[in-house]
Each structure stands twice: as structure tokens, then as C-alpha cells.
């Protein structure tokens, strides 16, 4: 059996502990849309609308399902009134020249076609050779995985369906959060593990649940917190604590399996 910290819950969940709140990601009144897509040799480019705080920008994208989180260029990002920073968080991207270490930040939401929208805070890498002409980036699965989707090559046209539940954000905030140095206390069967979360975006995390996987020995154990609220670029204390089964080991490594903005 699983080790569970009790704590306060914020939100409703559905079954597998994942956050119920899709009208607030996607707003999709139908449920579902159409939208005509171009050809460009092997690739698919899609129109789209980004929205930042007070802007919007209408361009087109190459729709990439081998891109895990959708990238603009600079050019693109200051259209809607934002720039990067040097306290951005950044991740390491994969280039035909080598890997490349790349600034993370976070616009209002992404619309694709008239109907289908993902809001809520959509995480963007920046990434200047990603655009070309009037194509600004990649869109990514971080804005494709809320819906399932269908292509006509044919017809050239995109149907997309809200998923339900909707996935939620966790593609969005990973980026974004690091974990400090943290050290676990074994005390008979009570296992607690300190350390701290920084949260790297310029917006604050929401519902954000913590499992320890605990390895090592004869029964594996999972101890999980969740921690309410986290201020834009800041960083928290964390504490997980949680009784362990018989003949479980000591090693534990930290991950974040749910969350929002």
C-alpha cells in the first residue's frame, strides 16, 4: 500500500487524482472544431492566435507531435508584450548542431483555428531558428494533448476534440519547478524528507503534488504532499512524511505529478 501524507486538498479531482477544472484550459463550446491545414513537404502548418496579458497575435505554426512543449521566436513573444529575462527559467533542447540551452516563459494561451482555445498559461521556449517567414515556432503537445485530434490529408483540414478529463497543466509547469538539496530521516517505520520547491515562472503554482518514490528494498512505497499555492519566482520549504511497509528501502527520488497555475 501506498504511503500518504494527509493534508488539505484545493479543487475537485477526478478518481486518478488529476484536477477537474477543463472549461478554465480549453474553451471548445462544441466540444469539438475544424480548421484547414497547409502543406509544407512532410509538415503540417496551422493558424493560430497567442494571447499575452493585454495583446494578441495572429501567425502560423508548424503543428510538431514530437515537440513536448510549443516554442516561438523573441520577435513573436514581443508582439504580446512580454520578453525574456535573466531569471527565466531554461531547458536544454536538442539541436542538428548539438544541445542548446533555451529560455522558458509563460503567455495567457494559444488558440488554434476560431474554435478551440487552450488558456490558463501556456509555456513557450523561445527559439529564434524555430521560425522561418510567417511560421513562428513549433506547436507543441503541451497544446495538442488537450485535444484528440484527427487529420483529413486529403482535405486538408484538422479535427481536434476536447479530451475529458482534460490533462491539465503539468506539461506547463515542469519547466519551471527545481528542487533544492532535500535529506530523509528514518525513524522506525516513519520516513520524513525536507528539502524545497523554487518556482522559476513568472506566475504562481497552484495544487502542486509531490511524490516520493522510495526504493531499495523489498517494498516500494510512495509518500506524497501537496503544496497549495507557490508565489511567481519563488522558493518553499518542503516536507514529506508518510509511515513505510515493511522491508522498504531508503532511496527516494522526488517528483511532481500534478499541478496548475
Same mark, same amino acid.
Given at each position: 500500500?501506498?504511503?500518504?501524507?494527509?493534508?488539505k +486538498?484545493?479543487?475537485s479531482?477526478d478518481?486518478?487524482g488529476?484536477?477537474?477544472?477543463?472549461?478554465?484550459?480549453?474553451?471548445?463550446?462544441?466540444?469539438?472544431?475544424?480548421?484547414? #491545414?497547409?502543406?509544407?513537404? =512532410?509538415?503540417?502548418?496551422?493558424?493560430v492566435?497567442?494571447y499575452?496579458?493585454?495583446?494578441?497575435?495572429?501567425?502560423?505554426?508548424l #503543428?510538431d507531435?514530437g515537440?513536448?512543449?510549443?516554442?516561438?521566436t523573441?520577435e513573436?513573444?514581443g508582439? !504580446?508584450? !512580454?520578453f525574456?529575462?535573466?531569471?527565466?527559467?531554461t531547458?536544454i533542447?536538442r539541436?542538428a548542431?548539438?544541445?542548446?540551452?533555451?529560455? @522558458?516563459?509563460?503567455?495567457?494561451?494559444v488558440?488554434?483555428?476560431?474554435?478551440?482555445?487552450?488558456?490558463g498559461?501556456?509555456? @513557450?521556449v523561445?527559439?529564434?531558428?524555430?521560425g522561418?517567414?510567417?511560421?513562428?515556432?513549433?506547436?507543441?503537445?503541451? @497544446?495538442?494533448?488537450?485535444?484528440r485530434v484527427t487529420l483529413?490529408?486529403?482535405?486538408?483540414?484538422?479535427?481536434?476534440?476536447?479530451? +475529458?478529463?482534460?490533462?491539465?497543466h503539468?506539461?506547463?509547469i515542469?519547466? #519551471?519547478?527545481?528542487?533544492?538539496?532535500?535529506?530523509?530521516?528514518?525513524?522506525?517505520?516513519?520516513?520524513?524528507i525536507t528539502?524545497?520547491?523554487?518556482?522559476?515562472?513568472p +506566475?504562481?503554482?497552484s495544487?502542486?503534488r509531490?511524490?516520493?518514490?522510495v526504493?531499495?528494498g523489498?517494498?516500494?512505497?510512495?509518500?506524497w504532499t501537496?503544496l497549495?499555492?507557490?508565489?511567481p519566482?519563488?522558493r518553499?520549504p518542503?516536507?514529506i512524511e508518510g509511515?513505510?511497509?515493511?522491508?522498504?528501502? +531508503? =532511496?527516494?527520488?522526488?517528483?511532481?505529478?500534478r499541478?496548475g497555475?
Amino acid at each position: 500500500m501506498p504511503c500518504r501524507r494527509s493534508t488539505k +486538498r484545493y479543487g475537485s479531482s477526478d478518481r486518478n487524482g488529476r484536477l477537474v477544472d477543463a472549461a478554465s484550459i480549453v474553451a471548445m463550446p462544441s466540444g469539438r472544431a475544424s480548421l484547414r #491545414f497547409e502543406k509544407r513537404g =512532410t509538415g503540417i502548418v496551422v493558424p493560430v492566435r497567442l494571447y499575452g496579458p493585454t495583446r494578441e497575435l495572429s501567425a502560423k505554426m508548424l #503543428f510538431d507531435t514530437g515537440a513536448t512543449l510549443t516554442t516561438i521566436t523573441p520577435e513573436a513573444l514581443g508582439k !504580446l508584450g !512580454l520578453f525574456s529575462s535573466a531569471s527565466d527559467a531554461t531547458i536544454i533542447t536538442r539541436t542538428a548542431n548539438g544541445r542548446v540551452r533555451r529560455s @522558458v516563459t509563460v503567455i495567457d494561451g494559444v488558440s488554434l483555428g476560431k474554435a478551440a482555445r487552450v488558456g490558463g498559461g501556456v509555456a @513557450v521556449v523561445l527559439c529564434e531558428p524555430c521560425g522561418s517567414g510567417e511560421v513562428i515556432g513549433l506547436l507543441g503537445l503541451n @497544446v495538442s494533448r488537450h485535444f484528440r485530434v484527427t487529420l483529413d490529408h486529403d482535405a486538408g483540414e484538422m479535427t481536434l476534440e476536447a479530451k +475529458r478529463p482534460d490533462p491539465g497543466h503539468l506539461f506547463d509547469i515542469r519547466p #519551471f519547478v527545481k528542487f533544492g538539496s532535500s535529506r530523509g530521516l528514518v525513524r522506525g517505520p516513519k520516513m520524513t524528507i525536507t528539502g524545497s520547491l523554487q518556482n522559476l515562472a513568472p +506566475r504562481a503554482l497552484s495544487d502542486v503534488r509531490i511524490e516520493a518514490k522510495v526504493s531499495g528494498g523489498r517494498s516500494p512505497a510512495t509518500l506524497w504532499t501537496v503544496l497549495p499555492h507557490v508565489a511567481p519566482r519563488s522558493r518553499v520549504p518542503l516536507s514529506i512524511e508518510g509511515l513505510l511497509p515493511t522491508g522498504a528501502g +531508503r =532511496t527516494y527520488s522526488l517528483s511532481i505529478t500534478r499541478g496548475g497555475w
